[in-house]
């Protein structure tokens, strides 16, 4: 069997066990979110808080609860590492750096899991699990938790409620994330990934020294890395080490959970706005734009360009052998077209146009199909874009779902996809205009500038999956990152919520012979069309000096 047909068929396993999945998880999330009933756990979890599940909020209330509570994590996840070194199962670590501490937990609270230290080295079993597992849950929760807002504000009408933050925190923690990430990581462990409290120990001798690792709980903190679209690996090489992802099955079952449940989502959608031709409306754009890149990653990796290429079957540099070419490259565009950030490959060793996918992926905000929760209302605000860009077109006032796309709407929307690039273009271009930050770089010229807009595409949105080749552990990308993180992760979140509050507000429009067909394939062209449009204009120029420049040469 040829390699490309080897990747061909694990493509269309995939689908086919996402296709599976897809009805019942998200009519079962739908349940989850508009059901009144609180399980006595929950109850439990509510008293120790001090929070009313039933009562509603509008979105300023929505939002402090957000914003509070992810102020309270990233404090609470910094000092568990600042007293590292005094905590008991520390495996001998000291404690964590002031500057590499705060970019770790901005870095885990805001979904994102970048991370400049070696996991293996620096982390002990107190702050990977009580500390950075947890985060893992929490965060993606708190995505999940602002795009049902989000969808309650199209579903309702002539209210400011948008349902209550702790209750959906709870209750998307509790409910979904909890017992499927209990079955993957049994999955994980039957395929060989470990899952102990072990302590450093030598594995043998290699090149005239020793060679040690530490065990801990990695089958768990990897089944909800990936489920959560987390991606921070319990050791450096993340999903590229056999301890977290032994063998091409788990390397599939790995991606299954990172496209799990954004694409789910849909469906949830689709029944809480009381139309399923909605959601998969949006499914179609997300499914269009995921295999797209697919096909066009294992077409470029795949290319033979001189002996060694052809040698090799593709571009295998960088790339474990027990994954491949097609296994890498479905890996690669699944972790950075949602907000993963796991890795099996080096990025930095894909050819240039490779790397370039990888980076216009997360560009494009994440949405095909995104991130826990992120994916979904990044995806309903380009919708929001996109059936404006029509009203314009044909000189009728742009709906959606019944309700209209005013002043108020579109310059909420406007502000939501301008936040992440005016981070990401701001700090590239400081980081190359100063002397220091450039000598973090490992390479010059179209590749070097790529590490750099790499990082921080990454950080600002939200992805985590670092290029390679960038010494990021010093306190200006530490400390520049870190803010990028927070900016990137929760600026968004106002105006999605703000948008929400509006919509809540008005009273549905009904629909006539003039009302734009959301639900036809048509507006899903035109979605996938405007999010195109708007990523290559934004962000070309950057492009064409790193992935771009350097494709071109080879």
């Known amino acids: 069997m040829s390699p490309q047909l080897a990747g061909v068929l694990q493509l269309t396993a995939l689908i086919a066990a996402l296709a599976l999945a897809y009805r019942p998880l998200g009519d079962h999330m739908a349940k989850v979110y508009s059901s009144e009933k609180n399980y006595t756990p929950e109850k439990w979890i509510y008293k120790v808080i001090g929070a009313n599940p039933a009562a509603e909020m509008r979105w300023p209330a929505y939002l402090r609860g957000v914003l509070a509570f992810s102020a309270v994590s990233v404090l609470f996840l910094y000092l568990l590492q600042r007293i590292q070194g005094s905590l008991p199962g520390s495996l001998g670590f000291s404690s964590i750096d002031p500057d590499q501490a705060f970019n770790t937990a901005a870095s885990f609270v805001a979904n994102t899991n970048w991370q400049s230290y070696y996991g293996e080295q620096a982390m002990g079993h107190v702050v990977q699990t009580g500390g950075l597992a947890v985060q893992n849950f929490l965060s993606a929760a708190v995505g999940m938790a602002v795009a049902v807002a989000l969808v309650r504000g199209f579903a309702r009408s002539r209210t400011g409620e948008l349902g209550n933050f702790w209750a959906d925190l709870v209750r998307g923690t509790v409910r979904i994330l909890l017992p499927i990430s209990v079955i993957g990581a049994i999955v994980l462990v039957a395929c060989g990934a470990i899952q102990n409290f072990s302590g450093i120990h030598q594995v043998g001798q290699f090149m005239g020294g020793t060679q040690e690792w530490n065990g801990g709980a990695v089958a768990s903190q990897e089944a909800i890395k990936e489920l959560g679209t987390n991606g921070g690996g319990y050791f450096n090489a993340n999903s590229a080490h056999p301890f977290e992802n032994p063998n091409p099955f788990s390397n599939l079952f790995e991606i299954f959970l990172i496209l799990l449940i954004p694409f789910a ?241 008005q009273k549905p429009v009904p629909e006539t012979a003039g009302t734009l067909r959301t639900d036809k394939p048509l507006y899903a062209g035109l979605l996938v069309g405007t999010i195109l449009i708007i990523t290559g204009l934004t962000y070309f120029p950057a492009l064409a000096l790193g992935p771009l420049a350097e494709g071109l040469a080879s």
């Open 265 to 505: 989502l849909t469906r949830t959608f689709g029944r809480m706005v009381g139309s399923l031709r909605q959601g998969y409306a949006i499914l179609g754009a997300m499914a269009v734009i995921w295999i797209g890149f697919t096909a066009l990653m294992m077409w470029t990796e795949f290319a033979h360009r001189g002996p060694a290429f052809e040698i090799a079957g593709g571009a295998m540099e960088g790339k474990e052998t027990r994954f491949g070419i097609a296994g890498s490259s479905i890996f690669a565009v699944a972790t950075t077209l949602t907000s993963t950030g796991a890795v099996n490959s080096f990025h930095s060793s894909y050819t240039g146009f490779g790397g370039g996918i990888t980076m216009l992926g997360m560009q494009l905000g994440e949405i095909a199909p995104g991130g826990v929760g992120s994916g979904l209302y990044g995806m309903l605000i380009m919708a929001v874009i996109a059936v404006f860009i029509a009203g314009l077109m044909v000189g009728r006032t742009p709906e959606y779902l019944g309700k209209k796309i005013g002043t108020r709407q579109i310059k909420l929307a406007a502000c939501y996809i301008l936040v992440t690039p005016a981070l990401v273009l701001g700090f590239t271009a400081v980081a190359m205009a100063l002397p220091t930050p450039g000598d973090s770089m490992t390479n010059s010229g179209a590749h070097g500038f790529s590490e750099i807009l790499y990082a921080y595409t990454s950080g600002a949105n939200n992805n985590g999956s670092a290029f390679a080749g960038l010494n990021a552990d010093t306190q200006w990308f530490n400390t520049t990152i870190g803010i990028a993180m927070l900016l990137g992760r929760f600026v968004p979140m106002v105006f999605v919520l703000a948008l929400a509050g509006s919509l809540a507000e």
